[in-house]
């Protein structure tokens, strides 16, 4: 009687197993990724209920204590344990104690580029409780006085090699921000920071100078490109970091990892998720000035690599590198990032190894986060029934022409079929807050949609296309102005505003155009000239090259007799975007950026072949 029992038992757990693997092939996956999401967030309530906030500062300060002489950062060679940053950090923030008026909740902007000082500023500032501003360390002329205007800081950080850019702005700068120079040798009208801290105290500033207990907090301002055209401060509170800290836990890192980071710190990518998910463990992390494919593996070699960060373009300029022997003889086990195309996911698992691929999908500033736990490639996330229990989100029909949601005759969006392409929204509650943008207040009313299902309900519109299928998500485009290219976000109206500023230039339309082989699209500007003037070619590679990033510059040219435009007089750039650079059908006289010659050039037909061919690299 047991014995028949027991063997029914078995059969019917056997049985329950199969039906799982073929039904529900994820779920103990979703299970395990569930108890962590709901863990995680008892952990925050906890926190909010005592009055008692443990912040990623916090976190870093009980890890110098109790593992002081644990590798923290790994830059060039040097090692800086978890104790060496606090002790540095304390030293700047010492220097602002003494030699500043600034005060608890005052906004310092930082702008540096990938280096350890990064840290031990970031770190030092958000010890006297500061808000600190990360600024691209790319952006330069206008588009560096509007960050330092939409964010008014009292105070700016600039690095070493960084000095130069600011110096050309110096006499625009507002005389109630003081400017910092990390370096002994500075322009006038800036203070040596490398010089206070060579006689700067190591010893700790009392903790009252930075304790909060509040999670909406301001923490950073981090910069986002949107449909603006110039970059936007999103407000990052002490929720947001804490959440984001969280990433790599979630996706299974440990404190015994090292992690390899290439991406700007500026961007929350790297700093979020990168140094405060570093702290979060108690791991140790590998710094990169700048990401190079040549060196990544060696590094990751050399270093003892288990993890690391990427965006899509990162993986492809790896698969692109000439092949070696002993590709797959490396310790990297994990890799975590986004935008990584399903071909070269592929090409690279195949190539490198059994790395775990963690996709997922977030906007800095977005209330919605989706996380690919399964490996499903070319996924950005699992949108089940697990999921739906936590965020409130939903795909709405867009009108590609007129770049907005549909809407019925009753004025309501409506969910698009599986399958279907739709506008990925999020719905704005106290569970997922939208917090906004520093400055103007229409930046951040411009990013949420109302009365979309209902009367009184509120969406933050991330601006991206997706498909869902079969409980998984997808990245299909981005709608508006904006585009990706080379990892970064492309602003077409501050390209087209920075073009326009030449003499000769009567009006500019920028636009992305999909390039074979290339994530995102490159930028192509249309333009128009004034009566009576030529196209200086030359002047405009250099114009673009002095006052964009390398990422902005657009790759092509389109010089037009005139511009079509919408019934509400907006460029339009649908035709245009579609017709691309294809010269073999284009009859408008097309032109490509050459870099060798410092100038534009005529895309002809067989230059085009050739950059459809690969041959030629953007």
């Not at 049985?15 to 995680?40: A, E, N, S």
């Not at 008014?152 to 400017?179: F, H, K, M, W, Y």
């Not at 090292?258 to 990168?274: D, E, K, Q, R, V």
């Amino acid at each position: 009687m047991l014995l028949s029992w027991l063997t029914g038992l078995g059969a019917t757990v056997v049985f329950l197993h199969v039906v799982q693997k073929f039904l529900f092939p994820y779920f103990w996956q979703d299970v395990c990724y569930l108890l962590k999401v709901v863990g995680y967030g008892i952990r925050l309530e906890i926190f909010r209920r005592r009055g008692k906030l443990v912040t990623v500062l916090d976190k870093f300060l009980s890890h110098a204590k109790a593992q002081p002489h644990k590798p923290f950062i790994i830059y060039e060679g040097d090692v800086h344990t978890y104790q060496d940053v606090d002790r540095r950090s304390s030293q700047v923030a010492n220097v602002f104690l003494t030699h500043s008026t600034l005060t608890k909740g005052d906004t310092v902007a930082l702008m540096m580029s990938n280096e350890p000082d990064f840290v031990h500023v970031w770190f030092g500032l958000a010890k006297l409780g500061f808000v600190v501003a990360f600024l691209n360390s790319n952006i330069r002329s206008k588009s560096l006085l509007h960050c330092l205007s939409s964010c008014q800081p009292r105070a700016l950080v600039v690095g070493a090699d960084l000095l130069g850019t600011v110096e050309e702005i110096l006499p625009s700068v507002p005389e109630d921000i003081t400017v910092w120079g990390m370096k002994e040798s500075v322009p006038q009208g800036v203070i040596s920071l490398k010089e206070k801290l060579r006689t700067a105290s190591e010893e700790p500033v009392p903790p009252r100078h930075h304790a909060t207990s509040m999670l909406k907090a301001k923490y950073l301002y981090i910069f986002t490109s949107g449909t603006t055209g110039l970059p936007k401060a999103a407000v990052i509170t002490q929720m947001q970091s804490i959440r984001g800290a969280a990433g790599l836990w979630a996706f299974g890192c440990t404190s015994d990892d090292i992690i390899y980071i290439t991406l700007p710190l500026y961007h929350s990518a790297g700093s979020l998720l990168g140094i405060s998910g570093c702290i979060e463990l108690g791991a140790t992390c590998v710094l990169k000035k700048k990401f190079s494919a040549s060196q990544f593996w060696v590094d990751c070699k050399k270093y003892n690599v288990t993890a690391f960060q990427y965006i899509g373009e990162l993986c492809r300029y790896l698969c692109k590198q000439p092949k070696r022997e002993g590709e797959k003889d490396h310790r990297v086990r994990i890799a975590i990032g986004n935008g990584l195309r399903s071909d070269v996911w592929r090409e690279f698992l195949d190539r490198f190894g059994n790395i775990k691929m963690c996709e997922f999908y977030g906007a800095t500033e977005g209330n919605i986060c989706f996380m690919n736990h399964t490996g499903k490639i070319g996924s950005v996330g699992r949108t089940n029934w697990f999921y739906k229990l936590f965020f409130s989100f939903d795909l709405i029909k867009y009108d590609f022409q007129k770049d907005t949601p549909i809407r019925n005759e009753q004025g309501w969006c409506s969910s698009v079929k599986k399958g279907e392409p739709g506008l990925l929204i999020a719905q704005v509650n106290a569970k997922s807050p939208f917090f906004g943008y520093a400055g103007n207040k229409k930046y951040t009313e411009k990013k949420l949609l109302c009365d979309v299902f209902k009367k009184g309900d509120i969406y933050f519109n991330t601006g991206d296309l997706m498909v869902e299928d079969q409980d998984f998500l997808y990245f299909w485009d981005r709608t508006g102005d904006t585009f990706r290219w080379k990892g970064e976000n492309v602003a077409t109206t501050e390209v087209g505003d920075v073009i326009g500023m030449l003499d000769f230039i009567q009006e500019t339309n920028v636009y992305g155009v999909a390039v074979p082989d290339y994530e995102g699209k490159a930028g192509m500007a249309s333009i128009i000239l004034k009566p009576n003037r030529s196209l200086d070619l030359e002047k405009v590679y250099a114009h673009v090259v002095a006052f964009l990033p390398g990422y902005a510059c657009p790759r092509f040219l389109r010089l037009q007799d005139k511009m079509e435009t919408t019934g509400t007089f907006k460029l339009q750039k649908f035709w245009l975007v579609e017709e691309g650079f294809n010269a073999l059908k284009i009859s408008d006289p097309l032109y490509f950026m050459d870099n060798l010659k410092k100038s534009y050039v005529p895309l002809t037909k067989e230059l085009y072949e050739k950059i459809m061919l690969g041959e030629v690299k953007l």
